[in-house]
């Protein structure tokens, strides 16, 4: 055997699972399907295609994804460290409510178990309280007192290093550890990758310690076929070839005798589905149950230079406008503006009627219509609402063959749609708009295609009590399948609500301590095993 496990995927579920295993003396593999990044190659704004979006096959080598289905466009990203690294640092625990619903309903005592791998998952991310205030999450506090609601302002909870802005640090989080660290500057950045070393991704604390703990990352690295050796009691053989290669793919076999699949809800179903023929044990539950937070990306714009909504982190603050929805104050850089090509403005309505709306309004206000949808200057005029609901809703995806792409299947999704429309959310927008002079936008998939966007994938690979209620068992492994585990954003079996990073992150660590030492393993580190202590302690 190569390894003793084998992780596909870095991200929250991988890089946990590598830590964990290395530390109890296993030989560890991690295949990541994206590049990995330094704070000197991010690119400065979004503009710079080539190393901001990920699309290995057009020569763009980056670490953002957009992937647009039928009922969604799921924003996604492929690096070394996984989703951290694109993704807002927002790290949010959901209500407890969530362990009573979905898939994962009465499968553990999850409410005696969570809080401890909640408390070990943020200390290990460094979860601290936002302490950098811009324009955008003061205009949302004013906004919601405008509106009764100011008393649910909140600042974010969030995986950031402030210390003294721009001032390297010996690492402040593993007692020596770990990577030094740079004060957040409040530049904005955190979703066009980190550039000053202040953001808490995984390549600088869970992936980071496992790698100086012997596991082995093999980068832009793309698995291709997953086959039991023996059923998988004697393990797996996983295929694989380079991501980035269009024409050597350098493929080879790796054989471990455990497998561990954290390549995301999306990669993780994608997988899976495409080696059905090697695993027809499979439940038939696979790809149902995906959940998007029901979210919807709204927003306020205000042409001219009268705020500079990109000064702050990546989501600083939030509201709640009832028990179900809340928004979140969310902004890129400066100059970091090309998503403002889909950005329109906001119409209400259904369908059709959306659409003659939405001509209507280009006719009646011509000169609002273009500022809302003009590109340069959106990331520091506008202010972006991440609105998302716990009212529950969710998708099937399956392999099939598409009319513009017969040549092979792609993961497609089908189901009822998911909301495009939040009737309050949106009036919250225009009514903040109108009283402080703004234009309330939507995206255009939104009006155009009836599509919804979202960063929440999550579910498609859930726990069930058996293989006819999920894919997987409370311990995250697959049913009919030794040796086979999943531990991602596609294990999740209920509807968040919340930004899901800090469950996922306390879910693997819950995975992992089911995991036994290994014989003569390596012990844990003072520094791991004063995080346990004070987590054991809390």
């Not at 909140?154 to 390297?168: C, N, P, S």
Request: a positive charge; charged letters at 20%.
């Amino acid at each position: 055997m190569d390894f003793d496990y084998l992780i596909v995927g870095s991200g929250f579920g991988g890089s946990v699972s590598a830590l964990r295993l290395a530390e109890k003396g296993y030989r560890v593999g991690v295949v990541e399907m994206g590049k990995r990044w330094t704070a000197d190659d991010f690119p400065k704004t979004t503009w710079n295609l080539w190393r901001w979006i990920w699309r290995p096959g057009l020569g763009l080598k980056g670490f953002y994804n957009m992937r647009p289905f039928k009922h969604v466009v799921i924003l996604c990203g492929n690096a070394v460290g996984g989703g951290s690294i694109t993704y807002a640092n927002t790290l949010l625990s959901p209500p407890a409510t969530v362990w009573g619903e979905g898939s994962w309903k009465g499968l553990a005592d999850w409410a005696a178990e969570m809080p401890a791998h909640y408390a070990t998952a943020r200390r290990m991310l460094g979860v601290t309280e936002n302490k950098i205030l811009g324009d955008a999450d003061r205009v949302l506090k004013q906004m919601a007192e405008s509106a009764g609601i100011g008393d649910s302002f909140y600042k974010t909870d969030v995986g950031v290093y402030f210390g003294k802005a721009g001032v390297k640090a010996p690492d402040p989080f593993f007692g020596g550890e770990g990577p030094e660290r740079t004060g957040c500057i409040g530049c904005g950045g955190c979703m066009v990758g980190c550039r000053h070393g202040a953001k808490n991704t995984l390549d600088l604390n869970y992936l980071y310690l496992a790698e100086k703990r012997g596991a082995r990352v093999i980068a832009e690295t793309r698995v291709t076929e997953l086959v039991p050796i023996e059923g998988g009691e004697g393990g797996y053989e996983v295929h694989v070839e380079s991501s980035t290669s269009r024409f050597v793919k350098q493929r080879r076999v790796l054989r471990a005798k455990h497998v561990v699949l954290a390549a995301s809800a999306l990669g993780t179903m994608d997988l899976l589905m495409r080696n059905r023929e090697h695993l027809p044990k499979l439940s038939a539950t696979l790809g149902s149950d995906v959940r998007t937070n029901a979210e919807s990306l709204i927003g306020v714009r205000f042409p001219g230079k009268r705020f500079d909504m990109s000064k702050g982190i990546a989501i600083g603050s939030g509201i709640y406008l009832d028990q179900f929805t809340h928004i979140e104050a969310t902004r890129y850089s400066q100059g970091s503006d090309i998503l403002g090509l889909l950005a329109t403005m906001l119409v209400n309505g259904k369908g059709w009627k959306r659409i003659a709306a939405w001509i209507g309004a280009a006719f009646r206000h011509p000169i609002k219509f273009f500022r809302a949808s003009f590109p340069f200057g959106f990331a520091r005029q506008t202010l972006i609402f991440l609105v998302m609901q716990t009212i529950d809703a969710t998708l099937k995806f399956r392999l099939q063959r598409r009319w513009y792409w017969p040549f092979t299947k792609l993961l497609t999704s089908h189901g009822q749609r998911i909301p495009t429309n939040i009737p309050h959310a949106n009036a919250f927008a225009e009514k903040a708009a109108a009283k402080m002079g703004g234009i309330a936008i939507t995206s255009s998939t939104e009006i155009l295609f009836d599509l919804p966007m979202t960063a929440h994938c999550i579910g498609g690979c859930v726990m069930g009590k058996d293989a006819d209620a999920g894919v997987i068992d409370a311990q995250h492994r697959v049913y009919g399948y030794p040796n086979l585990y999943v531990v991602d954003g596609s294990a999740v079996g209920a509807n968040l609500g919340v930004n899901p990073s800090l469950t996922i992150t306390a879910l693997a660590e819950r995975a992992m301590s089911f995991i036994p030492q290994k014989a003569q393993g390596q012990a844990p580190s003072a520094s791991t095993q004063a995080l346990k202590a004070a987590t054991n302690a809390s």
